[in-house]
Each structure stands twice: as C-alpha cells, then as structure tokens.
C-alpha cells in the first residue's frame, strides 16, 4: 500500500500505466462549450516560497509561466454528468473492476464500521480510510448507498483513467498542473488563497473543508462533513466553482517535486513519465492540523488507478478560431 495525498490512500492495484510515458498529452478543442469558462492565458507567476506548505511536495519556486487561451468547467464533474457518460458509453471505472474503493470513517454507518473494523479493512498509516467492497462512484458509502440527493455533488470514487475516458467522450481533456494554478488563482497575484490571503475572511467559509479535530471529529461549520454541491459557496473572480476544498482534482501531469524548476515554462505539461500523476485543490477532509493543501500553489499525487471518496476532477477544452 503506498500513500498518496496527505489525506488520501492511493496503491497500484493493476500496475498498467506505471513507470513509462502512458497517454501523451494533445490538444483537443471539439467538445461543447457549455457550463466553461474562457481563461486568456498569458503570463501568471506559479507557485509559492511562504514556508507553510510541504518541502518535499515541491511547490517553489515562484516563477513566471505563459499559456496559451484555454476553457475549463466553471464546476467538478458532478455525478449526473457522469451517469450520463456511464449511460452512454457502459464505461466501467476502475473501482468497479477491482471491486472496492475508500470511503472516510465518519461518512460509514456504526454497523458498517463494526463489521469493516472485524475484517480489519482500515488503511495502515491512514486508519481514517477504509477499504470498501462496492464502493465506487454510483455507491460512494459502499453497496447499500447511492446518489440520490448528490446528483449535483462532484462525482467521486473516479481514477485518473476513468477521468481521461469521460474526457474522450466530452471532447474535452484534463487540465494542465499550470492551467489548474492559473484558474484557482482567478487573476490574483501572490496570493495564498483562490480569494486571498485569509483562509475565512471576514468569518465567512469559502471553501468545503474539515472543522473539529482531524479526524475523530468534523463539525461541518461550513456545511458540509462530505461533499458539497458543484456550485457551492462563491466562484472565484473567473466564475470558477469549488478550486479549493471539496475534491481534490485529477490533472494530466505525472508528479514530480522537481521538474519543474528547470522544465520548460511555455504552456508546461510536466514530466515525460512517472507513477504518479497529480493531484489539485484540497477537499473536504483538508485541516490546518495535518493538510492545508487546500492552499492554491498546494500539490500532491496518486496513482492512476486509484480512487476515493474525495477524488473526482473536471475538465478543459482548447479554444478555436471561433471561440
């Protein structure tokens, strides 16, 4: 078992894509426009060097990266969005295939624990996470479960190629690490936050994160102790939706603390290969006291098979002429 974000347990459960150069990136601009957002691009300065984050997670330094014009979903990828997709094309997810995922303790029932605590299914290391025989995104608490009333809450349970197949069939792709920091950002310059320097401004939640003590306890001040709608809470001044907390998103680069320090800063797409690919955003189970990656300069990765309860992702589209 090999851990994957801070809060998140990720493994290689079929070793396929691993360790070599996997899907190459292409630029893919034929999938509807609806419900996106059009993002100019040009020069942004990427990453932090405030001495909160995580040294080995590689978020300095500061430098100033250039895109080209892009559109991104103003929402996460919201579990009707993908029932649709699953209608369409009988995709099966990785989840499905291998038959269980990972669900948060404190969104299982007392029974549910009981029996899983018997069978001893927590994760070592991350005793919050349980493995979860029939979990997947149709039934994020395990098989008794389903999406009913979170139609419009981030699909989740989803891998990175489960994501890359829903973008097959959009006409869409997987944001770049750079076009994900240049969208949180929402023009603002430095700061640490997708709205600013305060993490609750004035007292007001901007983001669906983890209140209480992590992770015995959540109080769900900012209303939510799981997922929140797409649409929750404020966009950010591009009209983007939910890019702190909530999920955390997959995007298409292989990880690397590294690279990017002397990789190229012309519309970078990262590493060549790798094992893991990253992760961004934060989400729901994101706390000051073990993970504040919720943080907009904030990075962390898994494996590209694997899935949880808190990873789902969305999706951009390159611009035409007629755009």
């Not at 001893?120 to 395990?142: C, I, K, N, Q, S």
């Not at 209140?211 to 929750?232: C, H, L, M, R, W």
Request: glycine residues 12%.
């Amino acid at each position: 078992m090999g851990q994957g974000s801070c809060c998140t347990p990720g493994e290689k459960r079929c070793g396929c894509e691993d360790g070599h150069q996997g899907q190459p990136f292409a630029r893919i601009s034929t999938g509807s426009t609806d419900h996106m957002v059009r993002l100019e691009g040009g020069a942004f300065l990427m990453g932090t060097e405030d001495g909160i984050g995580y040294p080995d997670d590689g978020e300095g330094p500061i430098r100033e990266v250039t895109l080209d014009p892009f559109l991104m979903d103003q929402y996460a990828v919201s579990n009707a969005d993908f029932a649709t997709f699953i209608e369409a094309t009988g995709h099966q997810t990785d989840a499905q295939k291998f038959g269980y995922s990972y669900v948060f303790h404190l969104l299982l029932s007392p029974s549910q624990k009981r029996t899983l605590d018997m069978l001893g299914r927590t994760v070592m290391g991350l005793e919050w996470w349980y493995h979860v025989e029939g979990a997947d995104w149709a039934h994020p608490f395990g098989p008794e479960s389903d999406i009913t009333g979170l139609e419009n809450h981030p699909a989740t349970h989803v891998s990175y190629r489960d994501a890359l197949a829903y973008c097959a069939w959009a006409g869409k792709r997987l944001p770049t690490e750079a076009e994900v920091e240049y969208a949180a950002r929402g023009g603002l310059v430095g700061k640490r936050h997708a709205w600013g320097d305060e993490l609750m401004p004035g007292g007001k939640h901007m983001c669906n994160i983890f209140q209480g003590k992590f992770p015995e306890y959540n109080s769900g001040e900012d209303g939510f102790v799981g997922t929140a709608p797409v649409d929750a809470y404020e966009p950010n001044n591009y009209g983007l939706y939910n890019m702190a907390g909530n999920v955390w998103e997959w995007v298409f680069d292989w990880w690397s603390p590294d690279f990017h320090i002397t990789g190229p800063r012309n519309n970078p797409i990262g590493p060549d290969s790798g094992e893991r690919r990253v992760n961004r955003g934060g989400s729901y189970l994101c706390h000051d006291s073990y993970c504040n990656r919720y943080r907009v300069a904030a990075r962390t990765s898994n494996t590209p098979d694997s899935s949880t309860g808190n990873l789902g992702f969305r999706c951009v589209r390159d611009v035409k002429s007629d755009d």
